[in-house]
């Protein structure tokens, strides 16, 4: 994606980190919006199949320990969905994810993991087996997603071609602050807005806003095959800045720090096809 300006990227490209371990520094809102429970002792185990790697399975015992942990911290109501977010992740299914509600509707997540023991076996079967035990850390909100805070969005289209300008009107019900990224399937993670040309303020409620609003182009390219783009807008009733590495871990990290209430994720697929030869 370009800059109508300089003709440089506005991105930093980074392969995210495929593992799920939910570190995540302590925040303003730990305090004042959720109540931080932690977990001792946590046995989980996990069986890998026959073409998964140690690290997988390790990966898998983590995940069962840290639904373990939610459902003792009382988070029950979105144990399904959370199980399903860490199943996709682990599995590298970004679409799928982001098709769900899971990140509006989280009311607690996994804070931080402290690994105290793993073994590691070969069952009867063959299979590796690892058993872990671990201390877990859960932010559990005091409240859920805001029915009220919503926004509107229009004009992403299904599809563009390579050298297309991607545009969209935001319109927020509620006085809000945007955030704007775009994850490729080739593992890049962008952040359109704010950026060095469009900074950022607070926008009024029920008024339609068009993007970008400098003079300056959101170009979307696909090289060489047809590309997955997924534009995530993250609308905040305070202005909570996005400070960290441009990754999709990163994201997810940051999105799970803001209390749902505070918070709404919109979401778009489109494909962008490469030039014609």
């Known amino acids: 994606m370009k800059n109508g300006k300089s003709g440089s990227l506005i991105k930093q490209g980074m392969r995210y980190i495929l593992l799920l371990l939910v570190l995540v520094s302590t925040h303003l809102y730990a305090g004042e919006e959720g109540k931080k429970i ?4 946590i046995k989980a185990y996990a069986v890998g199949a026959e073409n998964q790697s140690p690290a997988e399975v390790k990966q898998m015992a983590l995940n069962e ?11 029950t109501e979105q144990i399904t969905a959370y199980s399903d977010f860490l199943t996709k992740e682990n599995n590298n299914q970004i679409e799928e994810i982001f098709n769900s509600n899971v990140l509006n509707d989280l009311q607690g997540v ?3 993991v402290e690994l105290l023991s793993e073994e590691k076996k070969i069952n009867d079967r063959g299979l590796l087996e690892i058993h872990i035990v671990a201390n877990i850390t859960v932010l559990k909100f005091k409240s859920g997603m805001d029915p009220s805070f919503d926004v509107w969005v229009d004009g992403v289209k299904p599809s563009y071609n390579n050298g297309d300008k991607l545009t969209f009107d935001y319109k927020p019900n509620k006085k809000a602050y945007l955030r704007a990224f775009i994850i490729t399937e080739s593992n890049e993670a962008f952040q359109l807005y704010p950026n060095d040309y469009e900074g950022n303020f607070e926008m009024n409620e029920k008024e339609t806003y068009t993007f970008p609003r400098a003079s300056l182009d ?3 390219t ?4 047809k590309e997955a783009h997924r534009l995530i807008l993250v609308s905040l009733k305070s202005d909570i800045p996005y400070n960290r590495e441009v990754s999709y871990k990163a994201l997810m990290d ?9 918070r709404r994720i919109t979401t ?7 030039a014609k030869p």
């Open 218 to 220: 959101y170009e979307l």
């Open 38 to 41: 932690k977990l001792k002792n």
């Open 268 to 274: 778009f697929t489109f494909d962008v096809f490469p």
């Open 110 to 112: 996994v804070q931080d």
């Open 254 to 262: 940051w999105v799970f720090q803001i209390p749902p209430d505070q």
């Open 222 to 225: 696909a090289e060489l095959k």
């Open 65 to 75: 320990a840290k639904l373990q942990a939610l459902q003792k911290a009382g988070v």
